[in-house]
């Protein structure tokens, strides 16, 4: 009986897998044919984040032969919104969203969203409020968004990637865990992660590949290990982290804000929108629901309305 071993899935490109050992080794490993999901019927593509065990063939090959169960998963939906859809990442700790008040603009749509993609896959998610340094500059624009998130109950860091504000709160924030790191395009994100690791280059040249994206990341993702212990996840693009099949009916529970007095509607299947004696709509007027996260709420409700149709 050969012995196996265990490890973390860090780079994935359709046939052949890096992984990482937990005794320390890295390890390049195939599969054979279809593998099943330990407890599961089904079978499933190997992912990053994945727990997996393997074994040295008879060639002195690595082989991985099981998926252990994944505590938590994210989704790519396939660009022309066709049906198709598949696992991107597993196991992942918890997702850090960059995001900046001015060059770029990030919008509190796009950022509610995330929060909901979140919520819906059970991972815990934080903002990094990137260029602190410009946005002190507009303080009430920076007051109504930390006053937004703070209500809705979001941890909101703040940060300057730049000149390297906040990033030591950061990093321990990051050591030991999975992070699932996004942002859209000109935020930050590579400043930060170079601030992070200063030293990457020398490491494996794996994070420095945040800058540019190869050949096999446009496709897959990959983890990039933190000296610190510890991953980050780059997902290729953040279109990519779809919501799958939330209906209108259950987009609310993903608003945690929202569900606060959900409960005191006087329908039970109420959405918030127009019917009378809603909790939700009077916890706007009065304050205790951010308007602009009511907003967002409401325009995902409307598209929902749009792609049904
Ligand atoms: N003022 C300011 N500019 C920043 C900060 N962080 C990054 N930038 C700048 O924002 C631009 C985009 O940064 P980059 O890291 O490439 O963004 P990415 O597209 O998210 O990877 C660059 O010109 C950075 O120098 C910050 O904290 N403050
Ligand atoms: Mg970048
Ligand atoms: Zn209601």
């Not at 995330?114 to 919520?119: A, D, G, P, R």
Request: aromatic content about 10%; hydrophobic content about 35%; overall charge neutral.
């Amino acid at each position: 009986m050969e012995r196996e071993y265990t490890a973390t899935v860090v780079q994935s490109t359709g046939s052949w897998y890096r992984l990482r050992s937990d005794s320390g080794e890295w390890v390049e490993a195939r599969i054979r044919g279809k593998l099943r999901l330990r407890g599961s019927r089904s079978t499933s593509p190997v992912v990053v984040g994945d727990r997996v065990d393997y074994r040295f063939d008879a060639r002195g090959e690595a082989v991985i032969t099981d998926i252990r169960p994944r505590r938590n998963y994210i989704i790519r939906r396939s660009p022309n919104l066709s049906k198709e859809s598949h696992i991107i990442a597993a196991n992942i700790d918890q997702a850090f969203l960059v995001v900046s008040l001015f060059s770029p603009s990030t919008s509190y749509e796009f950022i509610d969203r995330f929060l909901v993609t979140c919520e819906a896959y059970r991972i815990p998610a934080t903002i990094l409020l990137n260029k602190i340094d410009l946005a002190r500059t507009r303080p009430q624009e920076l007051g109504e968004f930390l006053e937004t998130y703070s209500l809705a109950g979001y941890r909101v860091l703040t940060l300057s990637a730049a000149d390297g504000e906040g990033v030591e709160g950061l990093r321990e924030l990051l050591a030991g865990r999975t992070t699932l790191l996004s942002g859209n395009s000109g935020v930050g994100k590579s400043t930060l992660v170079a601030a992070l690791e200063p030293g990457a280059d020398v490491r494996t040249g794996a994070v420095s590949e945040f800058h540019h994206k190869g050949k096999h990341t446009t496709t897959f993702s990959q983890m990039y290990p933190l000296s610190d212990g510890g991953f980050l996840i780059d997902t290729p693009g953040i279109k990519g982290f779809g919501l799958l099949d939330i209906g209108a009916d259950e987009l609310a529970r993903y608003f945690p804000d929202l569900m606060r007095f959900a409960p005191g509607c006087q329908f039970y299947n109420c959405t918030h929108v127009h019917e009378p004696g809603c909790a939700v709509q009077q916890a706007v007027r009065e304050g205790g629901i951010a308007f602009r996260r009511y907003e967002s709420y409401l325009k995902m409700l409307d598209e929902d309305e749009k792609y049904r149709k």
